[in-house]
């Protein structure tokens, strides 16, 4: 045999050293965006209305479904959101109602966010609704309930994250309103806040601890809603955008983006403004897309939601008689219901006593029946069914307008119109809650191969860390 010449016998050194010591590549930002109430129909029946009424998909929908995902919570099938994100963000069951503690309340878990801050990473958290809403608060907070709003506002600054944006801070002084302002703080830990559009544009790389909140927001803080097109409100993109510009550095980040008002039109079966939701949600999807492709081999987005919410359905009795699923009818639809429930209180106020042919104005004129669209026009039983509602209850007065989204009246004036809508595009709906159902996963990004093709909440905070590490 001839003896290998030393030129021959180095190549061969080094890419025998190369194969072995070559590791497989490590991502360093983590883009993660959840949909609250998100599952197959409302992606599906989304994906329909956008391609029927702008001729074009869903960011997401360019994404590989790499695992279905199970949300049940320690104690029900059934999870809430506060359950559901301890599991996703930490990789515990809890209790429904329960934030980033165990069920018997004595132990805290430390989330998949606190873990990387203190790695180095810089961690952004942005919502539609109040930052101290459940699902962004499951990642720095940890209290026995949920509903201890200015507890886990608290530990907001106490976190030292580097980015929250968004919504607002509900009960910044406590419920009674006599406690110390969250916003002080805020700011006496190094926080900048953004409150006005003038502050939002000024925003530098130089802000490495900020608070940016939509000047454009109900009184609790939430977004107001996409559906009603309001006037100078900022988006969920944008501030995806932007946070994604602040987070960027050489040690990486991880940013958490809700959709948190998608849930919210689902609790109010409101199928017209959960589309409009995800497609504003689809636009902060847009924006992590671009920047994975700005850094293809440092980044990974993952898309999902943290339960399904309303049991929303393709297909109702009343739409197989009609003979397709007619989804162009909701773009009818051109306000919220809240927004809409106002607008009655404001007939209502004009008139005192209006008639029910002087609502029914307001209701062609905002969902569109009876304009001459026969597939619209309400028939004998549907007029009755709106009249009780407007008898019972519109011309007492009863009638609600900013109340918590988890409190529906499915009987109201408004929620039967919403019903009537519904089932004449196609879309049904088997509850007010939430659901069971499994959460389709979608990924993009170096380190999907961790996700397997059916997997539990409790698995999310693991497949975060292998990639990372």
């Known amino acids: ?130 930052l101290n809403h459940a699902t962004p608060a499951g990642f720095y907070a940890h209290q026995n309930s949920r509903k201890y709003y200015y507890e886990i506002g608290k530990e907001l600054p106490a976190s030292k994250f580097n980015y929250f944006g968004g919504g ?9 309103g006599d406690s110390a302002n969250i916003f002080d703080q805020a700011k006496a830990t190094g926080y900048k806040i953004s409150k006005t559009h003038s502050e939002f544009n000024s925003i530098t790389k130089a802000d490495t601890m900020l608070i940016s909140i939509n000047p454009e927001v109900y009184r609790y803080g939430d977004f107001y809603w996409s559906i009603d097109k309001r006037k100078g409100a900022l988006s969920l993109a944008d501030f995806t955008k932007q946070a994604l510009n602040q987070l960027n550095n050489e040690n990486g980040f991880f940013l958490m983006v809700e959709g948190g008002k998608i849930d919210w039109a689902c609790h109010k079966n409101d199928a017209a403004s959960c589309i409009h939701e995800m497609l504003d949600f689809d636009k902060a999807v847009g924006e992590a897309i671009t920047f994975y492709n700005q850094y293809p081999d440092e980044t ?138 499994p959460i389709p996963v979608r990924v993009t990004g170096i380190g999907h191969e961790y996700f397997k093709p059916y997997i539990d909440n409790t698995e999310l905070a693991g497949i975060i860390e292998q990639i990372l590490y």
């Not at 029946?45 to 479904?65: D, F, P, Q, R």
């Not at 104690?75 to 963000?89: G, K, L």
């Not at 607002?168 to 009674?176: K, S």
Request: aromatic letters at 10%; glycine letters at 6%.
């Open 300 to 437: 990974i987005v993952i898309v999902l939601g943290d339960h399904e919410t309303g049991g929303m359905s393709l297909g109702t009795n009343e739409n197989v008689l009609l003979g397709n699923i007619q989804l162009q009818l909701l773009e009818n639809q051109k306000i919220s219901t809240q927004e809409f429930d106002r607008l009655l209180q404001n007939v209502v106020s004009e008139y005192k006593q209006p008639t029910f042919n002087q609502v029914m104005d307001s209701v062609s004129k905002y969902f569109g029946f009876n304009n001459g669209n026969n597939t619209l026009t309400l028939n004998t039983d549907e007029t009755e069914w709106l009249n009780e509602a407007f008898q019972t209850q519109v011309l007492k007065g009863l009638i609600a307008t900013d109340y918590d989204y988890l409190f529906t009246n499915n009987k109201s004036f408004t929620a039967r119109v919403i019903h009537i809508l519904n089932q004449k595009a196609g879309i049904g709906w088997t509850t007010n809650d939430h659901t069971p159902m």
């Open 1 to 130: 045999m001839k003896k290998l010449t030393p030129i021959l016998l180095f190549l061969f050194t080094i890419l025998f050293a190369c194969n072995n010591t070559t590791e497989a590549k490590k991502v360093k930002n983590i883009i993660l965006l959840i949909g609250d109430g998100m599952s197959v129909n409302q992606i599906y029946a989304t994906e329909l209305y956008s391609n029927i009424i702008h001729n074009k998909g869903l960011a997401m929908n360019n994404m590989a479904v790499k695992s279905f995902m199970t949300t049940h919570s320690a104690n029900n099938y059934t999870t809430c959101s506060s359950a559901a994100i301890t599991a996703m963000a930490c990789g515990y069951k809890t209790n429904n109602g329960v934030l980033c503690k165990d069920t018997s309340l004595t132990i805290q878990y430390e989330t998949i966010a606190e873990k990387l801050k203190r790695k180095g990473y810089r961690i952004g958290i942005i919502s539609s609704v109040y």
């Open 168 to 176: 607002g801070i509900r009960y910044p002084r406590g419920n009674t």
